[in-house]
């Protein structure tokens, strides 16, 4: 089946800021590099975490 191409970027035009944000310090220009878990300016060294998705509702642990 084939599958449109979903997930890590949103074809739009405005896939750039939507995956690298731009950094708080240094203003628009400077995007913040993507890790796994945080982003970070190569420039200014901010760094930020990245807030994890909910997580998929654990199932409840039968008592
Ligand atoms: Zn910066």
Redesign the pocket.
Known sequence: MAKARVGLYDVKGDTFTRTHRA?P??GAG?FLAEHKDRRS?G??G?SESKTPPPARSKPAKPA
Request: charged share 25%; net charge positive; hydrophobic share 0%.
């Open positions: 950094c310090k240094c400077t300016c420039r200014c901010y």
